[in-house]
Every structure is written in C-alpha cells, then in structure tokens.
C-alpha cells in the first residue's frame, strides 16, 4: 500500500494546479525520442505553448535543441537527456511526479565533456489562478532525480599571488576538467572590498610544475596574502556542461526544488541566475515568499534513517537571497562553488538537517542591504539576508575543509525562535541531554567543525543560544584547525552559550588594522583555545566574564597589542609550550561522586548524576557551570530536576532510554553521557547505569531492552562518489573513542582459506585519506573488531603535496588510533589530502592462513633513539616494518631500519638534518615483520634499489578491490633523513622514491636502499 505524507499530498495538490494531465497539448504514448511524432498522441513534437505530460510507464529520451517556448513539462514516467549530443530545453515550469525519473546523465554515463545540456526556464508573468503559492516557474522535482555533467574541478589554489595587470595564473593540481571558454572567478583577498573577479579562460598550457592558465583580460586587483605564512588564494571554476539558468534574471526568474523526494544525486551541474526569493525584502511580502531558491532541497527528511540526498561539485552563482538550500533534509552538499550571492551562499533553513557539508567554497556573499538584526533573523525568523557564506540553523551537519570568503560572515548559528524543526534525536549521534524527552534546534553541539578557512569577511564564525546544553553537559564543540585571515574578528559568541574547543588555529588580522580575535560574553563558559596562532589583532582575546573552565594552552602571539583582556584574570591564564605535552591521557577520567543520586522509583523521581572529570587539562566538576554577572552563577551535575530539562517524570526517562535487566534479577536505565577533553577536542561516550527501584517487572515490561551499546564518537562521512570533486581531502572524522567500560565508582578474514583451526585474533588492513590544517592535527580512526595491544604499521604516503612528509602515529588503543601526516619542523605542518595504507595486529606471534609466521612487537628506545630486535625464529625470507607509534618529543621524527638477513633488525630514529645533534626521548617503535609470499589477500616482498627516483614495485594493483600498501626502508645505505613516499598507485602500478628533506640544504639525492613491502585486500584476517 502506498502511504502518503500530509507534505507529498500538498506538494502533489500544488504541482497539479499549475501543470493539470488534463490540460495537455501533447502526450506521450510510448517510450521513444522527443523528436520523434511517433512518441506523441497526436504525432506532432512539442513546440510553442505546449503543455507536454509524459504519464507513468513511458520513458521519453529528449534529444532536441529546440528554442520553443514550452508552457510546461510535466513527467509522471522517465526523461532521459541525451549525453552524447547538445540538448535545449526551454519551459516555464518544468514538474516531475512522485514516481518519476528525471536524468541527466549518471555517474555511469555523464553528460560527455564535449557536449551541453541546457535548460533555461522561460520569462513571463506567474498566472497566479492557477499558482497561488508562486511554485512555477522552474524545477519542481517529487521523484528520481539523477544529473551528471562532464566531472570538474570546483576550485583550485593558485601557485603563489596574482597582481593586479597579470593574465596568466599557475596552479599545481586541482584543475581537471578546466576548459579554454570556462569562467573562472579569482577570490578577492581585501576584507570588506569583495574583489572577486570574473575572467575567461582563453589557453592552457601544461608545464613542469602544473598547469598554466591564460585570462581573456588582466586582473584589476591584487590578490595576495600575508607574508611569512603558507596561504592559498583560491580560484573557482562557474561554468559546467549541464546548465540551468533564468531567461531574463532581470524578469521571473527560474528555481529549482527537491520536493519531498530524497532520490536526489546532482553532481558538475550549473545553476545560473536562479531564484527569486530576494532577502533585501521582507519575506513572504507580495510576491516575495520564500522557498523560491537557486538550488532547494525542501523538506527531503532529517528523520533518522532518511535517504542522503548528493549535491556534489556543483556551481551555483548569481541569486538575490541564497544560493544552495538544505531544508529539512539529510544531505552531502560537497565540493560545491557557490558565489556572488546576495543573502547568503549555503543555508539549512529549519534546524533539524542532517548530513555534511565538505569542501565547498563561497566567496561574493555582500548582504542584501540589511544587517543582521535580533528583531528579523531571529524573532521573525527572517535570516540569512546579511551576507552570510554558511548560514546554519542546524548545529548538527558535519563541515570540514570549506572556505568563506569575501562574505560579512563566514558560519552563522543564530538559531530563529519561529519556523524551526527540533532534530530528530535518533538521527543524532551524540545526544546531548539523555534525560531531556525533546530536543530543540539550539541545543546539539557542532561537531567535526574541522580545517575549515575564512577569507576576506568580518567576522569568521558568529554563534550562540546553547541555552539548556550551557549548563548540563560536558560535550563541546570542536573546532579544530581552523584559518582565518584578513579578517577583523574569528569568533563571535553571544550570551548563553559555551563549551568550545578552538585548537590549532591560524587567525591573521586584517592587514588595515582589526580589533577583537575572539569575543567572549559575561553569560559563556568553558571555552578552551589550544595551539593557536594570533597575528596582528588588537586584542586576542575578550572575554567579559570568568571563562569557567577554560583552558588557553600553547598559543602563540604576533602583533598583537593584548592577549587576553579580562577584568577577571588576563594574561595569567596562559600556559605556555606545546599542548601535545600534555596529551597523557587517552580519554578522560570520570569519577562519580559516592553521594551520586543513581536511583530512580516510584517515589524518587530525581537523578543526580555528579562527580569529577579528569582530562588533559586537569580537573574539574561533572556539568560544571559559573557565569559572571549572573544571579545563579555555580552548579554542578546533570540533575533530572533541573527546569532546563523539564523535570522529566520517570516513564518520560525510561521512554526515552529505556530499561534493562541487570543480570541479577534487578533492572537499571542505562543512560550515555559524553565528555570532551578540553585540550585534544576528542569526545568520549561513558556508560551511567541508574538503578531501577521499587517498579514491578509488569511496571517496566513495556520499556525493556535487551541490549545497551555506548555511541561511536567516530564520524562517518559520506565518500561514494564516483569522481573527485574539489581540492583537497577531508578529515575522516573520528575524534577519540567510546568507554566501554563505563565510569569509575570506587572477524573473519577478507581471504585466505579455513585451515580448521580456531583463530586467536585478527589483523585489520584499511585506508585513510586526510588533510592536514595544523602541524598540531590528528585525525582518528576505528577498528572493526577490538584488537588487543595493538601494533600499527603506516604506509607510505602518497605525494599529492609537494612538501617532504611521512605518516605519525599516536594513542593507539584496543578501538583504533590517531595517525598524521607529520611535515618536518623547517614546514609549517599544513599539508594537502593525501591517502596512506596501514595494518593493525595484536602483539604475538601467529600464523596467516596459508601458514606464513608473522610477528609483531613494541620497542622502546634509548636516548641516542637506537633499538634492536632478534628474528632468528623466522624460516624464509621476512619483510620488516617499523612504525614510530607515540609522540613523546613535539618534534618532527621518523624511524630508519637495518635488516640482517633472518636475523635482527636496527632501529635509528631521524630528526631533520638541521638539528640533528643531541639525544632523542623514549619513544615507541612498532615492528611487524612476516614471511615474503603470496596467499589469503596478504602479499608481502622486498626490493632493492629505492633511491629518490620512482622505483616500480613488482605487484599488480589490479588484483585488489581496494588496496593497502605498506613499504619500509631496509637499509641506511642513504643516511640523510629520508622517508618513502608514493608516486604512483593507481590500476597500471605502484612506484616509490626515497624523499630527503631540505632543512640543511637543497640536495634531494639519496644513494639505492633495500626495501620491504606488503599489499593487502583491505579488511579483517584470522590469524592463527
């Protein structure tokens, strides 16, 4: 039976008004070409003021580049745009139903390179009689939507400045599908003056360092970025192969709607002077209503298990209010480049979206003539008309590696008080409040905020109203890696809010003079900045109140005129040195207190849940909370009789959480509570059982479980696409791991064959692909089956980024680990995606499953950074790896072998050249070391020869779905520090060269080394 939603009947109501099956002129009886008359009723091809339906089980291939003006299109079957040719559609309104498919090309087969579809939404005045709610007049999509234009590159980096006269720009990577006629948009780089500029390709010419551009006219501006500091300036590509545009942006313009239907993948389209909902005018005014955008998905579903809907590198450009719009919807918008838009560049509207944005670049975002007011945005829930790049209603949508630029405001989370949709709490994956019954749209955390960039705009992130969360949690907001410069001020945070972590940011001021870095109020607490760089602010930090609980560790200063200005502490609160220091502790510690009320019975209705939390910047008070200037200004715990949480009866928290048989014929709730450490900004689930007392069984039956599994603080990003869809990568997510232990009160292998023996344990092999915003980042990664004192070994990385690196590993645990792309100390630790391979084992001695010995161990090493092991128990010949798996010393350092035939191998650690003198501290080493040979998805050799040219590894790729490669030098034949790297890794092969660094001298030349290699089916493997 087919159930419809109150929303699909009205939106289906609506469509049918403005495009009737029983008006039309022309209908298709049979599946077949749109030039074709056979394909029609009455054999005659759609021309002027048709009105054209394609009903249910017919599926029509358009093939036309007709200009005939087309009342309206309506498909209840299938149309199929041609791919291999040039297509022209022109219509008013264009409307899909509920059943339909709408294609564009696919990921298959994309609309070819050489060829253009266009589909322009023709001028003319909205016949509101038939049109009440002003829906017309664009795409209105309610089933299957699928577009694929010819793949390419959103944006790229520019290789160095463009001076205002210059017609020729340079670019090391990220310009595939760059065309001669393409228009190109170079960001502006002077705050407040919003330079872009619109230039055409006219040549290109391959070089040996990347690719030369040549402008149809010469920049107007400089485009430059401060000295002393590794900054990109970034140039967006607008134009694509599928393109929907407005006839007459200066008349009714076109827009284009998701309606209701999730089925949506649009990826290289672009959107041209659409929308018409103009936020320099009061909304929902006369024919100013809202909903009317360039590119809309409207109301898709946020619930949980909702279908993700794909935006992926698309262009969207020229819009009176907003440019991408997520509402009500869980989405991946991706890699997009959106500019020169009014209001603001990518919205979600109502507050319960779902999903990621990654990669996208704004830039041109000036304001619709009006700023930001308490009165419009949030009581009138007017917003993003104020020259916002990424305007948020939802604080749940994960976004990593975007850029803001040329906007008034880079991220805003004000949230409207009217109009908004509370997030659907099963969709959430850390909830903030579990004895809270309903969530509302202010109150979830922004997490995985990571490696995001601020250019040219005001203010980098304006936020606030976390109101309930302020005072009941210790889960916080990350926001690592961020860069902000040629900006007057980072981080705005208005009153009733709190619990950031800020880590590893570069802020640079503008260079006309700025004032506050970051704003604190009086009624905020608990913010921590951690490994920050501030340069030419006048003023730091703000912050007028206490701060409670904040930490300001490892931050360092340039020109600026006062760190920390605070009637309440000032500079004392800085600690100086690396915060990496202080990373002793894998997660943190939680106590509770002995008087802790975990109880809850038929007449006790409160649950106290108090105690102390240990982390790396020491302790504090579970839920702790102090505002200054405040009436009620100290309390701590998260107390279910707290007016916050609406004082939640029993059955309203054992709805919600549900009860669960102890085992000893009792019953508890078991409840998951999250904590962040204020110095890593990783996220820890614990386990607090509250202990059921005096219910009957028949009392709690209806409430039961059978099951508790503490949250992954893992993230898990949407990456299914078929092409690369900007530049640069993305950080995978993970921030730290779950407690499975609770809190302190007092596999089957991918391959190989079944021996008939009972496996011990299991080795893992995987990938990971990851940028890099700060020489002070981690990125984290998880498992699939717990593994016990674990051994982890990286591979080489591949050489995308130009800079000598190899991967760092740290805080391995029984769940996973944090792993790096470490620069050597002369760089500045910021580096381009880069993709590794890496396996993980217990430590032990095992055997795969076509009987190959394999071993794995830790080592420690002594002052001069030296340690041996013996491998006289192996047979046939042994491949060796060594992986440095802590992070003792800050500095750069990576780990060199000596193999002696079956016997032992040496371990050396190597510092940079430049300081390559004195003792080096206690560091982990990890060493797997297996018999050469090939069985089970594991194949494992060495070589010889691997000097600073690429060198062919002797292993088809091809053999693997999905493969991970480890290598590790040998020898020390070479003894200027050196690391392997990738040059290629694709189907036709796999390559090495040995990189030297070059903080000594310039001189790359490394003499031939032996070398050790394994490739891997990714996956789990028995060992036995």
Request: proline share 3%; charged share 20%; net charge negative.
């Amino acid at each position: 039976m087919n159930t419809m939603t109150h929303d699909t009947m009205m939106s289906t109501d609506m469509t049918m008004s403005i495009a009737n099956p029983d008006d039309a002129t022309h209908v298709a009886i049979q599946s077949g070409n749109w030039n074709d008359p056979s394909t029609w009723k009455n054999g005659k091809v759609p021309g002027t003021e048709a009105k054209v339906l394609i009903p249910m089980g017919v599926s029509v291939e358009y093939n036309s580049t007709s200009n005939a003006r087309l009342d309206w299109v309506r498909v209840d079957g299938g149309l199929d745009f041609a791919t291999d040719q040039d297509t022209h559609i022109r219509v008013e309104t264009f409307v899909t139903g509920l059943h339909s498919h709408l294609t564009v090309g696919t990921a298959e087969n994309p609309v070819q390179a050489n060829v253009t579809t266009s589909i322009v939404f023709a001028d003319g005045p909205i016949d509101t009689s038939i049109d009440p709610g002003l829906l017309g007049h664009g795409l209105v999509a309610q089933g299957k939507v699928e577009v694929h234009g010819a793949t390419k590159y959103a944006y790229a980096a520019l290789d160095g400045d463009a001076k205002a006269g210059t017609k020729v720009l340079n670019f090391t990577a990220n310009t595939d599908g760059w065309q001669v006629g393409d228009t190109l948009v170079v960001m502006g780089t002077q705050q407040g003056q919003f330079q872009d500029e619109n230039r055409e390709i006219v040549a290109i010419k391959e070089t040996s360092k990347g690719v030369e551009i040549t402008l149809d006219k010469a920049l107007s501006y400089d485009h430059t970025t401060p000295a002393g500091y590794d900054l990109d300036i970034y140039v967006g590509n607008e134009t694509r192969n599928v393109v929907f545009s407005s006839e007459n942006p200066e008349g009714v313009r076109g827009h284009v709607m998701m309606m209701h239907t999730p089925d949506v993948a649009i990826q290289y389209a672009e959107f041209s002077e659409l929308g018409r909902t103009d936020k320099s005018l009061p909304l929902d005014e006369g024919s100013n209503v809202a909903g009317r955008y360039s590119l809309h998905l409207h109301e898709t579903g946020a619930a949980a298990g909702s279908q993700l809907a794909v935006l992926n590198g698309n262009s969207v450009h020229g819009a009176p209010g907003w440019g991408i719009v997520q509402h009500s919807s869980h989405a991946a918008v991706d890699f997009n480049f959106v500019h020169d838009i009014a209001g603001a560049g990518i919205v979600s509207e109502d507050g319960n979206e779902t999903g990621q944005w990654i990669g996208n670049f704004v830039t041109g975002i000036p304001g619709a003539g009006e700023d930001f007011s308490i009165q419009r945005d949030e009581l009138e829930a007017d917003f993003g008309h104020s020259g916002v790049a990424y305007e948020n209603q939802a604080r749940q949508i994960v976004q990593q590696g975007n850029i803001a630029a040329n906007a008034n405001t880079g991220w805003m989370y004000r949230a409207a008080e009217t109009s908004v949709e509370n997030p659907d709490r099963d969709a959430l994956q850390f909830d903030p409040m579990p004895l809270k019954d309903v969530l509302n749209n202010e109150e979830p955390a922004i997490l995985g905020f990571h490696d995001n960039t601020a250019i040219a705009v005001h203010t980098m992130i304006d936020t606030g109203h976390r109101q309930s969360m302020a005072t009941t949690t210790d889960l916080r907001s990350d926001m690592l890696g961020m860069t902000a410069w040629e900006v007057d001020r980072v981080f705005d945070v208005f009153n009733y809010t709190g619990q950031y972590v800020i880590r590893d940011g570069l802020f640079i001021a503008d260079d006309d003079g700025a004032g506050r870095a970051i704003y604190l109020p009086n009624k905020h607490e608990s913010t921590s900045i951690i490994n920050s760089h501030f340069d030419g602010f006048n003023t730091a930090v703000y912050d007028k109140g206490v701060n409670h609980e904040g930490v300001y560790i490892g931050n360092t200063f340039a020109n600026v005129g006062k760190k920390i200005d605070s009637a309440y502490y000032n500079d004392s609160r800085l600690q100086s040195g690396d915060a990496a220091a202080l990373e002793t502790l894998d997660r943190p510690i939680l106590k509770l207190d002995a008087d802790a009320d975990l109880t809850l019975g038929p007449r006790n209705h409160e649950v106290l849940i108090s105690g102390t939390i240990t982390d790396n910047a020491g302790t504090m008070r579970l839920g702790s909370n102090l505002w200054a200037e405040v009436s009620v200004a100290t309390r701590d715990g998260i107390s279910s009789n707290d007016n916050d949480l609406g004082q939640p009866d029993p059955e309203d928290m054992l709805a919600l959480n549900g009860a669960l048989r102890d085992g000893d014929g009792g019953w508890v709730m078991p409840l998951a509570i999250w904590i962040t450490d204020r110095v890593t900004g990783e996220h820890f689930a614990y386990r607090i059982d509250i202990t059921l007392e005096g219910y009957a069984d028949d009392f709690l039956k209806p409430y039961e479980i059978t099951d508790f599994k503490l949250p992954s603080s893992k993230i898990d990003l949407f990456d299914g696409y078929t092409d690369a869809g900007g530049s640069g990568g993305t950080d995978t997510g993970g921030t730290g791991g779950t407690d499975t232990g609770g809190t302190d009160t007092g596999g089957t292998g991918t391959g190989g064959t079944d021996t008939g023996n009972t496996a011990t344990a299991v080795l893992e092999a995987g990938t990971a692909t990851f940028s890099q915003g700060a020489r002070s980042s981690w990125t984290s990664t998880g498992f699939e089956t717990s593994i016990d004192d674990p051994v982890v070994i990286m591979g080489p990385l591949t050489s995308k980024g130009g800079q000598p690196a190899f991967a760092r590993v740290k805080s391995v645990t029984d769940d996973g680990f944090k792993m790096q792309i470490e620069e050597w100390d002369y760089l500045n630790g910021k580096h381009n995606a880069e993709s590794v391979g890496w396996v993980a084992m217990p430590s032990g001695t095992y055997e795969l499953a076509d009987g190959r010995q394999i071993t794995a161990l830790q080592v420690q090493t002594d002052k001069n950074g030296k340690a041996s092991v013996d491998f006289s128990g192996f047979k046939g010949e042994i491949a060796v790896f060594t992986q440095i798996g802590s992070h003792a010393a800050s500095e750069a350092i990576t780990v060199r072998n000596e193999v002696t035939g079956n016997e032992s191998v040496d371990i050396m650690l190597q510092r940079q050249e430049k300081n390559s003198d004195g003792s080096f501290k206690a560091e982990t080493v990890y060493v797997l070391a297996m018999e050469t040979g090939t069985g089970g998805g594991l194949q494992a050799g060495t070589m010889t020869g691997v000097n600073h040219k690429d060198t062919q590894v002797n292993t088809d790729p091809g053999a693997f779905d999905d493969l991970a490669f480890l290598a590790s030098m040998t020898s020390v034949n070479g003894n200027d520090p050196a690391a392997l790297r990738l040059r290629d890794f694709d189907s036709d092969g796999i390559s090495l060269f040995a990189q030297e660094e070059k903080s000594a001298d310039r001189e790359i030349w490394h003499n031939p080394e032996d070398v050790s290699w394994l490739a891997a089916e990714t996956g789990v493997y028995d060992l036995f």
